[in-house]
């Protein structure tokens, strides 16, 4: 068994029991959908059929207020995160932590390591630029400024096959396309910054992190007021940015002075090789100097202890990351970590250990067995990489309420509910400005013919309600403001 009993996972399954005792007769009494909803849906050319909705009481103790096709399993884009974050909630806890161990392979000596670092990721999703800066000066700390050997870059703990980031929508240089690694590193983006310089002519750009060897032009000409082409509603496109080449990148064009200071943030040309040319690259730009070169490997000596370990963020801030931003990359980290987690241990502990290498099989089916474990009769989600970024991912409304229901009545309900975006207020619903503003905690969901929604929205009575809605259809985008129309009629319930 992937459990083992406890206080906190007894007390989770009576909840997960009561909520559905209460279940039995949801869809008995519930009204069909909106008049508005229904217009809006008319609207955006999306028939019913296309379409699953469900409103229900958070505690369940209560027939839903509506219920539409609320068993069919659908494809519910980002909305599936909830799915992996609640099941990270439950089996890691809310304190937990990943480690990056560092290990020197060789004693130090007058400010010289006679042998090679080693720094072995354990699929730490949020590594990001400042962190990594500081796990290179925690190195320095301890003596060293040569490294005589290798700089080793451990990623053993994730088995996943390699993947063309064009291959999901074509789009190799989107940040959102970037692919789980267990040592994933600024999540393999480079963030360029324009600063536009107006006595010089030019706008000046900073890169970070540094690329060890990659020229970066350190200028671009600069468009001033009366340019043709000053004009700041599409400046990367004035930029005419050429990323064809991943040892040179290239401007065509020019930058436009009215833009003032802009961050374009890319997904680099070649993944396979930007932790070799980050760690290098802020290596030397922090004054250390290698004899060897930066290449990828696994420890010597498996037994061998670390010189130190870098530690995340805890979960319960990692999770809200996930949720709030839609962050695809951590979640599949999320995911893959919970294929690692050892069968024996507790939750609540603040490290939990881990076994063997990950793969989204393994992942699979440790989530299928939370789930089976949480929410028993309950047809469980069709899980491919636990992020929504997937055709092949598929849920029912009614399936997403119960997970809804079982957090709320959790331990660490507190941290999901922090987690989701806030209705017109921030993340991705910070643009949802309606009557429901700042009622409604959502978890939002957008592929290619794919919107949804799933979360929790405040009545004007004050009861609190379940929302859950998937749109499954070539004109999904354009249901938006249905959705929109569902989130304030569960908030008007008076």
């Avoid at 009494?29 to 009481?57: D, I, Y």
């Avoid at 010597?300 to 695809?328: H, M, Q, T, W």
Wanted: glycine residues 10%.
């Amino acid at each position: 068994m992937f459990f083992r009993p406890s206080r906190y996972r007894l007390f989770c399954l009576r909840s997960a029991m009561a909520a559905g005792l209460v279940w039995t007769a949801l869809v008995v009494g519930a009204q069909p959908l909106p008049a508005e909803v229904q217009a809006a849906l008319a609207r955006a050319k999306v028939p019913p059929e296309s379409v699953a909705m469900l409103v229900t009481e958070v505690q369940g103790n209560g027939n839903a207020r509506l219920a539409h096709r609320a068993g069919i399993p659908m494809n519910p884009a980002s909305v599936m995160k909830l799915v992996t974050t609640s099941a990270a909630l439950d089996l890691l806890g809310p304190t937990y932590q990943w480690k990056t161990p560092v290990y020197l392979e060789g004693p130090v000596r007058d400010g010289v390591l006679q042998g090679n670092l080693v720094i072995k990721g354990q699929g730490d999703p949020k590594l990001v630029l400042e962190r990594i800066w500081l796990l290179l000066r925690r190195v320095q700390g301890l003596g060293i400024q040569t490294v005589a050997g290798d700089i080793v870059l451990d990623r053993s703990a994730f088995e996943v096959a390699p993947v063309d980031p064009s291959q999901f929508d074509g789009e190799p240089l989107r940040p959102y396309n970037a692919t789980p690694d267990a040592l994933l590193l600024n999540y393999k983006a480079l963030v360029m910054t324009f600063t536009p310089d107006l006595e010089t002519g030019v706008a000046r750009v900073q890169y970070d992190p540094p690329l060890a060897g990659v020229q970066l032009p350190a200028t671009v000409p600069l468009l001033r007021n009366g340019d043709k082409g000053n004009d700041c509603s599409d400046y990367r496109a004035s930029l005419k940015a050429d990323f064809a080449d991943p040892t040179r990148i290239r401007f065509g064009g020019a930058y436009p002075a009215s833009c003032g200071e802009r961050t374009w943030p890319v997904a680099y040309a070649d993944p396979a090789s930007y932790s070799l040319r980050a760690v290098q690259g802020l290596w030397q730009y922090m004054g250390g100097k290698l004899q060897g070169i930066v290449r990828f490997g696994t420890l010597g000596n498996p037994a061998a202890k670390p010189a130190f370990e870098a530690g995340s963020e805890p979960l319960a801030l990692i999770v809200r990351d996930i949720n709030k931003y839609s962050n695809n990359v951590m979640a599949q980290q999320l995911f893959l970590t919970l294929g690692r987690a050892a069968s024996d241990a507790a939750p609540e502990s603040e490290g939990v250990a881990l076994q063997g290498s990950a793969s989204f099989a393994r992942s699979q089916q440790a989530v299928g067995q939370w789930w089976q474990s949480r929410l028993p009769g309950v047809a469980a989600p069709e899980l491919e990489n636990g992020s929504g970024l997937s055709r092949r991912e598929r849920i029912s409304a009614h399936a997403l309420a119960r997970l809804l229901q079982l957090g709320f009545a959790s331990p660490w309900m507190p941290e999901l509910m922090a987690s989701l975006p806030i209705s017109g207020v921030d993340g991705t619903l910070k643009r949802m400005k309606n009557r429901a503003q700042g009622s409604a905690h959502l978890k939002t969901g957008s592929l290619r013919d794919v919107t949804a929604l799933g979360g929790f929205v405040l009545g004007a009575s004050g009861k609190r309600y379940v929302l859950v809605a998937l749109v499954n259809h070539p004109n999904a985008i354009a249901a938006r403001p249905a959705l929109e129309a569902l989130v304030e009629w569960a908030a008007r319930d008076q």
